[in-house]
């Protein structure tokens, strides 16, 4: 079975992928990323209403970029002005405003939750897109938690999933230069020599379909 499989995708039939579901509970994640997440149109999804979840107490859950809570000064003004807009969300419904209207002074940073689902297919593909070096910091981060429990749960499926990087080449302009390709271009060649020495330590038939030890002596 698992060598039909491998057959399958390496001719590129993916459709054999949409039989599979996986589901996943996404927490924590910033509405600034969510609204990446959700352009993934082949991947399904139930995201928490801020309409009818209304934040008591002037606290909603935020994310703070690492670059900003890097920085003691700009962190602290980080804070300040969620706390600012949490008084003002909390004014808003004090005053009888519904949850649905006070609910637009909330930041992009306010955190969500959401339940995902997908065939293999869709987040092989969500998977190619998202762990990219290029893909924003924080679906980043979500996209290899991801691919992490998928290559447990099914590692013949998501044998090579990844960034292009991972199967040996890259689509963006400035691939060249990103250090993950070129570790995983080095990792390649770095094999392709281990191979080659393998060769001429066993007598095996080089690449040109000599003896590589007879090679040697030639």
């Given at each position: 079975?698992?060598?039909?499989?491998?057959?399958?995708?390496?001719?590129?039939?993916?459709?054999?992928?949409?039989?599979?579901?996986?589901?996943?509970?996404?927490?924590?994640?910033?509405?600034?990323?969510?609204?990446?997440?959700?352009?993934?149109?082949?991947?399904?999804?139930?995201?928490?209403?801020?309409?009818?979840?209304?934040?008591?107490?002037?606290?909603?859950?935020?994310?703070?970029?690492?670059?900003?809570?890097?920085?003691?000064?700009?962190?602290?003004?980080?804070?300040?002005?969620?706390?600012?807009?949490?008084?003002?969300?909390?004014a808003l419904l004090d005053a009888?405003?519904?949850?649905?209207?006070?609910?637009?002074?909330?930041?992009?940073?306010?955190?969500?939750?959401?339940?995902?689902?997908?065939?293999?297919?869709?987040?092989y593909e969500f998977l190619t897109?998202?762990?990219?070096?290029?893909?924003?910091?924080?679906?980043?981060?979500?996209?290899?938690?991801?691919?992490?429990?998928?290559?447990?749960?099914?590692?013949?499926?998501?044998?090579?999933?990844?960034?292009?990087?991972?199967?040996?080449?890259?689509?963006?302009?400035?691939?060249?230069?990103?250090?993950?390709?070129?570790?995983?271009?080095?990792?390649?060649?770095?094999?392709?020599?281990?191979?080659?020495?393998?060769?001429?330590?066993?007598?095996?038939?080089?690449?040109?379909?000599?003896?590589?030890?007879?090679?040697?002596?030639?």
């Amino acid at each position: 079975m698992i060598k039909t499989v491998e057959r399958v995708r390496s001719a590129g039939h993916h459709s054999t992928l949409e039989h599979n579901i996986y589901v996943f509970g996404v927490t924590g994640l910033s509405r600034a990323a969510t609204h990446q997440l959700v352009r993934h149109r082949h991947l399904q999804f139930d995201q928490q209403s801020q309409r009818y979840l209304a934040f008591k107490a002037a606290q909603f859950p935020y994310v703070k970029p690492h670059r900003i809570s890097s920085l003691p000064e700009v962190s602290a003004r980080f804070d300040a002005l969620m706390q600012e807009i949490g008084a003002t969300y909390q004014a808003l419904l004090d005053a009888g405003i519904p949850g649905e209207d006070a609910r637009f002074v909330l930041p992009n940073a306010a955190a969500s939750q959401l339940v995902v689902s997908g065939n293999a297919r869709a987040w092989y593909e969500f998977l190619t897109l998202r762990t990219c070096n290029m893909a924003q910091w924080e679906i980043r981060e979500m996209a290899f938690q991801v691919l992490r429990i998928l290559k447990r749960q099914d590692p013949v499926l998501f044998k090579d999933a990844g960034a292009t990087c991972v199967r040996g080449y890259c689509n963006e302009t400035n691939g060249p230069e990103c250090p993950r390709y070129i570790a995983v271009v080095k990792a390649q060649i770095d094999s392709g020599k281990r191979a080659e020495q393998w060769l001429v330590e066993h007598g095996k038939p080089a690449r040109n379909g000599k003896n590589a030890n007879a090679e040697k002596a030639e």
